[in-house]
C-alpha cells in the first residue's frame, strides 16, 4: 500500500464490522441479561448482535467462524463516570456552567482513551471534574476507532443529545468567591440557577407563536432545561450522607433525573435512595480518606444498596482507578458481600440504563450493538487479561497486536498517544514492517 | 568512630522497648502454608511460642496447651517494602501530614521515629490485609527528605512498633527532586547531584574530622552531617525514589562515588536499564503495579517486577506514597497485579515477603516462616491475591492483632 493510497483510506475508519456474518464459537458466554452459557455461540453482523446461544446455535450460511474454545466472552464494559480523553470542562469564572460541553475539549488520541479499550471498556461517560458545583455537559463516547471526537459519539435514540450533566457537591466545590463557601451556599447557588431556568421556559411559553417575544438565547438555561425535562441525566459527584440526602432534596424541588456518583457514605442512607428511586454509580478505591468527605468510604455500599433494590453502576474515575482495572472495582464489590451477578450487571447493563442507553448496549441480546470482550478467563480472576475488544462488530483492541499490547501492559512510549496518522494507516505500517 | 557507635545505641533501645509482652502458646493450621523456605506446606502447622515461630511442618501435632486457629490459606506476615503511613495520615489534612519537610531541600537529620503514628487509622488498614511490616518514614519530593523507619503494624507507642529506627535515608531525584521557586536550588537535575555531592563530601571530612581532631578541637555537632555519615558508613542505605532511566544511571553513578549502599525506588523505566542496575548489586522496590502512570511514570509498565527479577535484580513490591484518594494503596493487592503480569504466585509473594526482608536487611527477623522467626502471620481465606478472598486473620509477635473478613 503506497502513502497515497494510505491517504484515500482517511475516508473510511480502519476497524469497520466485517460484511459477512461472523460467529465466535466455543467461549463461556456471559450475556448479563441471560444465565451464563457454557460452550456458547454469538453471531454479528453488520454491527450488531444476530443471536446468542448455546452450542448448535444457527450459524448464517457464509458466515466467518472464530475458535473461542477456553475464552470467556461478554459485554463490553460501560464506564458511567472517566475524565479519559484529556477532558476539560468549565473554568474558574463561576462555579456553575451549563453551556460548557466535554464535547468540545476531547482529544480522541489520548492514551488514557486507548488503555480504556485496553481495559474492555466500550462506552464511557466523559465528563469534566467536580471542582464546581456544575462543571459542564458530558459526552457518551463509544470507543470506535476514530479520528475525530465526532467519530465516537453515541447520540440518545430518542432525543438526539450527546450526553448529561454533570454537578457536584461537598468540599471540592468550595472555594474562594464567587465559588461557594459552605454548603448551604452551596444548595443556594444551584437553586438559584434552576429557578432562573423555570422563569427562563415560562418566558418561552409566554411568547407564544411570536417570535419576537422570545428570550435571547441563552446556552446555559437551555442546558439546564434540558435537565429538567428528563432529556439530560445529571451525574451528580457526592460523597458524605448529608450531601447525598440534599441531592435527593433538591432533585425533589425541580424534578431533573439524577444518578449519584462515588456515594462513599450511601451504605448510610440506602433506604432513602431506594425510596427515591434514583441509580448510584460507585467507585471502589484502595482505601479509605484521601479526603475528608471519603473517611468513610466502604467497599460494602454496593452490597448495601443492591439489598436496598437501587441500581447499582460501576465508574474507574479515571486516573483515579485505572481503566485497565475496572474489572476490579466489582470484585472489590463481590469481596465485600454485593453479588456476582450484580456485579457483573453493575459494570454493563446498569450502566447502559444509567446512560439511556439499554437498548442499545449493556448486554448480549440480538438486536444489541456487537460491543463484546474475548477475556481470557473468569471476569472478577485477578489474571484475567482483556484479549480483545470489539466494538460494533469492528476489533478495536486485541493483546496479540504489539502496539496495543504497550497500551495494556505499559513500557516505552505507552504515555503518548497515537500520532495522528498512526491508527489511520494501521495497515500501511503493518505491511512495512512485513516487507 | 563515635558515629557509628551512637546509631547502633539507639538501635539497641529501640529493639529493648519493642520487647514482647506476655505471649501464649498457639498453632495455626492452615490447608496450605506458605513458608517462603522452602515448598508449600499441605495442612500446614505453625506452632508459635513466646511470640516466636517455634516449629513448623506438615501434619504437625498440636501440643496441649496450645491454642489452635485455622485458615485456608497461611502465609508469612506481609511486608510492605516502602509506604509512608503513620508520617501521613487518611485525612490528608495539615495536620497529618509529616511525610515532606519543604524548608530545604537536604534534611537527611529528620527522623521518622519522631513523627511516626502508630495510631493512625491507615497503619490499621494495612494490617487487616495481613501486613505486619512496614517500612516508613519521609516520603518523595525533596533531593533528601529524611529519614526512614521499620515498623511492625502494631504498638501504641513508636517505641512498641519499632524493628530498625534509622532503616535508610529518603532521597529523590528527577523533577521530584526540583523546586520552581524562583531564586531556590535545585531548580535542575544538574544541580540537584551538585549539591547531594557537596553536602556528601561535607560529610564525608566532617566524620574525617571529628575523628582525627584532638580532643576540645573537634568540629561542632552537626545532625545533617552526621545522618549522612551513617549513609557514608553503609549502615544507611539511600533509599533514591527516580523514575526515568537517566536519573536511575545518575543515582547509579553518585552511589558509586561515594560507595554508598543504594536502593532504587519507585523506577519506572528501570527496565530499560536493567543491566546496570544488576551489574551494580542494587536491590529496586517497584513502585505499586497500579501506580498511575503520569509524568516521570509515564512509560511504567505492570512488567517492570517480572522482568527486573528475570534479570537477576532482587525486588520487592511497594505501596508508594499517594498524595490524594486513595491514601494508600495495599502491597497485597500490588502483588496480586504483578502476579497478573509476568511474577508467578510465589515470586509475588516473596516480593513483599522474604524478599522485601532482605531488600530491608531484616531476613533473619521476619518474612520467612522459620522457627527461630518472629511470629508474624496472615491468614486468608482463599488464594490472597483473589479480589474476593479476605484476609481472616492477622498475627504479629505471637499475637492476634487483626480478626475478621477483610
Same mark, same amino acid.
Given at each position: 500500500?503506497?502513502?497515497?493510497?494510505?491517504?484515500f483510506?482517511?475516508?473510511?475508519?480502519?476497524?469497520?464490522?466485517?460484511?459477512?456474518?461472523?460467529?465466535?464459537?466455543?467461549?463461556?458466554?456471559i450475556?448479563?441479561?441471560?444465565?451464563?452459557?457454557?460452550?456458547g455461540?454469538l453471531?454479528?453482523?453488520?454491527g450488531?448482535?444476530?443471536?446468542?446461544?448455546?452450542?448448535?446455535?444457527?450459524?448464517? +450460511? $457464509?458466515? @466467518?467462524?472464530? %475458535? !473461542?474454545?477456553?475464552?470467556v466472552?461478554?459485554p =463490553? &464494559?460501560?464506564?458511567?463516570?472517566?475524565?479519559?480523553g484529556?477532558?476539560?470542562?468549565?473554568?474558574?469564572?463561576?462555579?456553575?456552567?451549563?453551556?460548557?460541553r466535554?464535547l468540545?475539549?476531547?482529544?480522541?488520541?489520548?492514551p488514557?482513551?486507548?488503555?480504556?479499550?485496553?481495559?474492555?471498556?466500550?462506552?464511557?461517560?466523559?465528563?469534566?471534574?467536580?471542582?464546581?458545583?456544575?462543571?459542564?455537559?458530558?459526552?457518551?463516547?463509544?470507543?470506535? +476507532? $476514530?479520528? @475525530?471526537?465526532? %467519530? !465516537?459519539?453515541?447520540?440518545?435514540?430518542?432525543? =438526539? &443529545?450527546?450526553?448529561?450533566?454533570?454537578?457536584?457537591?461537598?468540599?471540592?466545590?468550595?472555594?474562594k468567591?464567587?465559588?461557594?463557601?459552605?454548603?448551604?451556599?452551596?444548595?443556594?447557588?444551584v437553586?438559584?440557577?434552576?429557578?432562573?431556568?423555570?422563569?427562563?421556559?415560562?418566558?418561552?411559553?409566554?411568547?407564544?407563536?411570536?417570535?419576537?417575544?422570545?428570550?435571547?438565547?441563552?446556552?446555559g438555561?437551555?442546558?439546564?432545561?434540558?435537565?429538567?425535562? $428528563?432529556k439530560?441525566?445529571?451525574?451528580?459527584?457526592?460523597?458524605?450522607?448529608?450531601d447525598?440526602?440534599?441531592?435527593?432534596?433538591?432533585?425533589?424541588?425541580?424534578?431533573f433525573?439524577?444518578?449519584?456518583?462515588?456515594?462513599?457514605e450511601?451504605?448510610?442512607?440506602a433506604?432513602?435512595?431506594?425510596?427515591?428511586?434514583?441509580?448510584?454509580?460507585?467507585?471502589?478505591?484502595?482505601?479509605?480518606?484521601?479526603?475528608?468527605?471519603?473517611?468513610?468510604?466502604?467497599?460494602?455500599?454496593?452490597?448495601?444498596?443492591?439489598?436496598?433494590?437501587?441500581?447499582?453502576?460501576?465508574h474507574?474515575?479515571d486516573?483515579?482507578?485505572?481503566?485497565?482495572f475496572?474489572l476490579?472495582?466489582?470484585?472489590l464489590?463481590?469481596?465485600?458481600?454485593?453479588?456476582?451477578?450484580?456485579?457483573?450487571?453493575?459494570?454493563?447493563?446498569?450502566?447502559?440504563?444509567?446512560?439511556?442507553?439499554e437498548?442499545?448496549?449493556?448486554?448480549?441480546?440480538p438486536?444489541?450493538?456487537?460491543?463484546?470482550?474475548?477475556?481470557?478467563?473468569?471476569?472478577l480472576?485477578?489474571?484475567?487479561?482483556?484479549?480483545?475488544?470489539?466494538?460494533?462488530?469492528?476489533?478495536?483492541?486485541?493483546?496479540?497486536?504489539?502496539?496495543?499490547?504497550?497500551?495494556?501492559?505499559?513500557?516505552?512510549?505507552?504515555?503518548?498517544?497515537?500520532?495522528?496518522?498512526?491508527?489511520?494507516?494501521?495497515?500501511?505500517?503493518?505491511?512495512e514492517?512485513?516487507? | 568512630?563515635?558515629?557509628?557507635?551512637?546509631?547502633?545505641?539507639?538501635?539497641?533501645?529501640a529493639?529493648?522497648?519493642?520487647?514482647?509482652?506476655?505471649?501464649?502458646?498457639?498453632?495455626?493450621?492452615?490447608?496450605?502454608?506458605y513458608?517462603?523456605?522452602?515448598?508449600?506446606?499441605?495442612?500446614?502447622?505453625?506452632?508459635v511460642?513466646?511470640?516466636?515461630?517455634?516449629?513448623?511442618?506438615?501434619g504437625?501435632?498440636?501440643p496441649?496447651?496450645?491454642?489452635?486457629r485455622?485458615?485456608?490459606?497461611?502465609t508469612?506476615?506481609?511486608?510492605?517494602?516502602?509506604?509512608v503511613?503513620?508520617?501521613?495520615?487518611?485525612?490528608?489534612?495539615?495536620?497529618?501530614?509529616?511525610?515532606?519537610?519543604?524548608?530545604?531541600p537536604?534534611?537527611?537529620?529528620?527522623?521518622?521515629?519522631?513523627?511516626?503514628?502508630?495510631?493512625?487509622?491507615?497503619?490499621?488498614?494495612?494490617?487487616?490485609?495481613?501486613?505486619?511490616?512496614?517500612?516508613?518514614?519521609h516520603?518523595?519530593?525533596?533531593?533528601?527528605?529524611?529519614?526512614?523507619?521499620?515498623?511492625?503494624?502494631?504498638?501504641?507507642?513508636?517505641?512498641?512498633?519499632?524493628?530498625?529506627?534509622?532503616?535508610?535515608?529518603?532521597?529523590?531525584?528527577?523533577?521530584?527532586?526540583r523546586?520552581?521557586?524562583?531564586?531556590?536550588?535545585?531548580?535542575?537535575?544538574?544541580?540537584?547531584i551538585?549539591?547531594?555531592?557537596?553536602?556528601?563530601?561535607k560529610?564525608?571530612e566532617?566524620?574525617?574530622?571529628?575523628?582525627?581532631?584532638?580532643?576540645?578541637?573537634?568540629?561542632?555537632?552537626?545532625?545533617?552531617?552526621?545522618?549522612?555519615?551513617?549513609?557514608?558508613?553503609?549502615?544507611?542505605?539511600?533509599?533514591?525514589?527516580?523514575?526515568?532511566?537517566?536519573?536511575i544511571?545518575?543515582?547509579?553513578r553518585?552511589?558509586?562515588?561515594?560507595?554508598?549502599?543504594?536502593?532504587?525506588?519507585?523506577?519506572?523505566?528501570?527496565?530499560?536499564?536493567?543491566?546496570?542496575?544488576?551489574?551494580?548489586?542494587?536491590?529496586v522496590?517497584?513502585?505499586?503495579?497500579?501506580?498511575?502512570?503520569?509524568?516521570?511514570t509515564?512509560?511504567?509498565?505492570?512488567?517492570t517486577?517480572?522482568?527486573?527479577?528475570?534479570?537477576g535484580?532482587?525486588?520487592?513490591?511497594?505501596?508508594?506514597?499517594?498524595?490524594?484518594?486513595?491514601?494508600?494503596?495495599?502491597?497485597?493487592?500490588?502483588?496480586?497485579?504483578?502476579?497478573?503480569?509476568?511474577?508467578?504466585?510465589?515470586?509475588?509473594?516473596?516480593?513483599i515477603t522474604?524478599?522485601?526482608?532482605?531488600?530491608l536487611?531484616?531476613?533473619?527477623?521476619?518474612?520467612?516462616?522459620?522457627?527461630?522467626k518472629d511470629a508474624?502471620?496472615?491468614?486468608?481465606d482463599?488464594?490472597?491475591?483473589?479480589?474476593?478472598?479476605?484476609?481472616?486473620?492477622?498475627v504479629?509477635?505471637?499475637?492476634?492483632?487483626?480478626?475478621?473478613?477483610?
Open positions: 500500500m503506497t502513502v497515497l493510497a494510505a491517504a483510506a482517511l475516508a473510511a475508519p480502519l476497524a469497520v464490522a466485517q460484511e459477512k456474518p461472523q460467529a465466535f464459537l466455543g467461549a463461556r458466554i450475556p448479563i441479561t441471560g444465565p451464563e452459557i457454557g460452550n455461540v453471531v454479528v453482523h453488520g450488531k448482535i444476530v443471536s446468542v446461544g448455546p452450542e448448535g446455535t444457527r450459524i448464517p +450460511e $457464509g458466515a @466467518v467462524r472464530v %475458535d !473461542l474454545s477456553g475464552k466472552l461478554m =463490553g &464494559l460501560v464506564d458511567t463516570h472517566s475524565h479519559v484529556s477532558v476539560e470542562g468549565a473554568d474558574a469564572s463561576a462555579p456553575l456552567q451549563p453551556d460548557v466535554a468540545d475539549a476531547i482529544d480522541v488520541r489520548d488514557r482513551l486507548l488503555k480504556a479499550r485496553a481495559g474492555g471498556i466500550t462506552t464511557v461517560n466523559v465528563m469534566p471534574g467536580s471542582g464546581h458545583l456544575l462543571s459542564g455537559q458530558t459526552v457518551y463516547l463509544k470507543l470506535r +476507532e $476514530g479520528s @475525530v471526537v465526532e %467519530d !465516537l459519539l453515541l447520540p440518545n435514540p430518542k432525543t =438526539g &443529545l450527546l450526553g448529561g450533566m454533570k454537578m457536584a457537591n461537598g468540599t471540592n466545590s468550595r472555594r468567591p464567587p465559588f461557594p463557601g459552605t454548603r448551604a451556599k452551596s444548595a443556594a447557588l437553586r438559584e440557577q434552576y429557578v432562573k431556568a423555570q422563569e427562563y421556559r415560562q418566558k418561552i411559553k409566554d411568547a407564544g407563536d411570536d417570535p419576537k417575544k422570545l428570550p435571547a438565547r441563552d446556552l438555561m437551555e442546558g439546564l432545561l434540558e435537565v429538567m425535562d $428528563g439530560r441525566m445529571v451525574h451528580h459527584h457526592t460523597h458524605r450522607h448529608d447525598i440526602v440534599t441531592v435527593l432534596r433538591l432533585q425533589k424541588e425541580f424534578g433525573r439524577v444518578t449519584l456518583h462515588h456515594v462513599s450511601a451504605w448510610k442512607v433506604d432513602e435512595i431506594a425510596a427515591a428511586g434514583v441509580a448510584c454509580s460507585i467507585i471502589n478505591v484502595d482505601s479509605p480518606g484521601g479526603k475528608l468527605e471519603t473517611m468513610d468510604l466502604a467497599w460494602k455500599t454496593g452490597a448495601v444498596l443492591e439489598k436496598a433494590g437501587v441500581l447499582v453502576g460501576f474507574t474515575d486516573p483515579i482507578t485505572e481503566s485497565r475496572f476490579r472495582s466489582a470484585g464489590a463481590v469481596r465485600a458481600g454485593m453479588s456476582r451477578e450484580k456485579a457483573l450487571y453493575g459494570l454493563t447493563q446498569a450502566g447502559a440504563i444509567i446512560l439511556d442507553l437498548d442499545r448496549i449493556g448486554s448480549l441480546a438486536g444489541k450493538d456487537a460491543d463484546f470482550l474475548v477475556l481470557s478467563g473468569d471476569p480472576d485477578y489474571r484475567t487479561h482483556v484479549l480483545e475488544t470489539w466494538v460494533e462488530g469492528a476489533k478495536v483492541f486485541d493483546l496479540s497486536r504489539e502496539k496495543d499490547r504497550l497500551y495494556a501492559v505499559g513500557g516505552y512510549g505507552a504515555g503518548h498517544g497515537q500520532p495522528p496518522s498512526a491508527h489511520l494507516c494501521g495497515d500501511f505500517e503493518d505491511e514492517q512485513g516487507r | 568512630m563515635r558515629g557509628e557507635s551512637r546509631w547502633r545505641a539507639l538501635a539497641t533501645v529493639l529493648v522497648l519493642a520487647g514482647a509482652p506476655a505471649y501464649s502458646q498457639i498453632a495455626i493450621r492452615g490447608e496450605t502454608v513458608t517462603m523456605a522452602g515448598p508449600a506446606l499441605k495442612d500446614g502447622v505453625v506452632l511460642k513466646d511470640g516466636k515461630i517455634e516449629k513448623v511442618g506438615a504437625l501435632e498440636v496441649a496447651g496450645y491454642r489452635e485455622r485458615a485456608r490459606v497461611v508469612p506476615g506481609l511486608i510492605d517494602a516502602h509506604t503511613v503513620g508520617l501521613t495520615g487518611y485525612l490528608n489534612q495539615p495536620q497529618d501530614q509529616d511525610q515532606l519537610e519543604p524548608s530545604a537536604i534534611q537527611p537529620e529528620l527522623r521518622a521515629i519522631d513523627a511516626y503514628n502508630p495510631e493512625e487509622r491507615l497503619v490499621a488498614w494495612l494490617r487487616g490485609f495481613g501486613v505486619t511490616t512496614i517500612h516508613t518514614g516520603g518523595p519530593g525533596a533531593l533528601v527528605s529524611g529519614q526512614t523507619m521499620i515498623a511492625k503494624t502494631r504498638g501504641k507507642d513508636v517505641d512498641a512498633a519499632v524493628v530498625v529506627p534509622v532503616a535508610m535515608v529518603a532521597a529523590t531525584l528527577g523533577s521530584g527532586a523546586t520552581t521557586e524562583e531564586g531556590k536550588s535545585p531548580g535542575t537535575r544538574a544541580k540537584a551538585a549539591l547531594l555531592r557537596a553536602e556528601l563530601i560529610a564525608q566532617y566524620a574525617s574530622k571529628r575523628e582525627t581532631a584532638e580532643k576540645g578541637k573537634e568540629p561542632e555537632r552537626s545532625l545533617r552531617l552526621e545522618a549522612l555519615g551513617a549513609v557514608l558508613r553503609g549502615e544507611a542505605p539511600l533509599l533514591v525514589t527516580v523514575h526515568r532511566a537517566n536519573d544511571v545518575t543515582a547509579l553518585v552511589a558509586q562515588e561515594f560507595k554508598v549502599r543504594l536502593v532504587l525506588d519507585g523506577a519506572a523505566e528501570a527496565y530499560l536499564v536493567k543491566d546496570q542496575i544488576r551489574k551494580a548489586g542494587v536491590s522496590i517497584v513502585h505499586p503495579t497500579m501506580a498511575r502512570d503520569f509524568g516521570e509515564e512509560n511504567m509498565s505492570k512488567e517486577a517480572a522482568i527486573l527479577r528475570r534479570s535484580i532482587r525486588v520487592a513490591l511497594q505501596s508508594g506514597f499517594e498524595s490524594y484518594v486513595p491514601k494508600t494503596r495495599v502491597v497485597l493487592f500490588e502483588a496480586a497485579a504483578a502476579a497478573a503480569y509476568g511474577l508467578t504466585f510465589e515470586e509475588a509473594l516473596a516480593a522474604i524478599d522485601a526482608a532482605r531488600v536487611g531484616i531476613e533473619k527477623r521476619v518474612g520467612s516462616i522459620e522457627p527461630g508474624d502471620l496472615a491468614l486468608y482463599g488464594d490472597p491475591f483473589a479480589w474476593t478472598s479476605h484476609c481472616v486473620g492477622t504479629i509477635q505471637g499475637e492476634v492483632v487483626s480478626e475478621g473478613a477483610n
